[in-house]
Structure formats: structure tokens, C-alpha cells
């Protein structure tokens, strides 16, 4: 780096104004990011739309870093927490794809031969306090759902509400 003849103290203001407005560049970014009404902690309900049963209950989290992380209500061995990504739609609307990998009883270890995609189309309600919407739980021959020649062994249809979860100071200790 040249520095020519600019004294030392000059130099270092200059450091570090561009390091505050990196900084404040960074949190603009990252409030803005926070500010999309998806991120939070859910308890979501997913509904076979075929017959109206309850197919899993979900704790969901949506990060503002546009990644998602689920613990849904199905047997352990079968692997229950797993990551998704998600993006805006526009108008309070979000869509999400969400792979899985499949395991087998009784030891559960990976099994190649079938995996998951979940897809889901949610809006948020105004108040901020819940959302709805509509997913896809495809179950896929391989252990990748995305690979383009993976067969499409089952598709279920599913009916998606969830609460925000947060903490209510009445009850803590």
C-alpha cells in the first residue's frame, strides 16, 4: 500500500472511518434482514390436505440469513431436525425448500436409497403473530431430492398454520 507522505495520524482516521462505515453498512444489512416478518421461532401444525389429519407438528425456525431449521414431531430414527432455505415472494409471502435425508430402523443409519423436499408457500399474517399457507412433502428415490433424475415416489399435500413463539415474562422464575 502507497502511503506517500500523509502523516501517520491521518492514516489512521482514515482506517478507521472506513471501518465505521463498514460496520454501519453491515448492521443497516443486517436489520433490514431481520425486519422480514418470517423470521422467528414457530410451532407450525402440518395437515394432510387429503383428509384433514394432522401429518407432523413442527418448531420451526426461520433465520434472517434466509436459512430455516425444523424439529418436527416424527420418530427420531428417522432423523428430525433438518435445515431449509427460504426467500421472499413479496407481500408478507415466503417460499421454502426444505431437503431431508431418510433413515432406517433399527439402527438408523443413511439410507441412500430415498430422501425428501419439502416445499412450502407461506404468507404472515399482518399482526406478525402467525402464518398459513400451503406445502409439498415429496418423497424421492436417491439421496438427493434435487437430482433431476430422481423419481418422484410419493407426493402429500399439506395445509401449513403455525404461532410465533416467544417468551412471556409472567411465566419465567
Known amino acids: 500500500m502507497v502511503t506517500g507522505n500523509m502523516p501517520s495520524g491521518a492514516l489512521r482516521n482514515r ?22 416478518p418470517i423470521v422467528g ?6 395437515i394432510d390436505a387429503s383428509n ?18 425444523q424439529n418436527d414431531s416424527g420418530p427420531i430414527i428417522n432423523g428430525f431436525v433438518c435445515q431449509g432455505a427460504w426467500k421472499s415472494l413479496g407481500e408478507r409471502t ?8 431418510n433413515y432406517t430402523a433399527p ?38 431430492p434435487y437430482d433431476p433424475h430422481a423419481t418422484l415416489l410419493s407426493t402429500l399435500n399439506l395445509n401449513i398454520t403455525a404461532k410465533r413463539v416467544t417468551v412471556d415474562p409472567k411465566e419465567l422464575p
Open 15 to 36: 482506517a478507521l472511518i472506513a471501518a465505521v462505515a463498514l460496520l454501519m453498512l453491515g448492521t443497516a444489512s443486517s436489520r433490514a434482514r431481520a425486519e422480514e
Open 52 to 69: 384433514n389429519t394432522v401429518f407432523a407438528n413442527v418448531w420451526d425456525v426461520w433465520h434472517s440469513d434466509h436459512t430455516e431449521t
Open 94 to 101: 415466503y417460499g421454502l425448500t426444505h431437503p431431508a435425508f
Open 41 to 46: 421461532f414457530w410451532q407450525a401444525t402440518w
Open 107 to 144: 439402527n438408523g443409519t443413511l439410507d441412500p436409497t430415498m430422501s425428501f423436499l419439502i416445499l412450502e408457500k407461506v404468507t404472515v399474517a399482518k399482526d406478525g403473530e402467525s402464518f398459513a399457507g400451503t406445502g409439498i412433502f415429496k418423497t424421492l428415490s436417491g439421496i438427493d
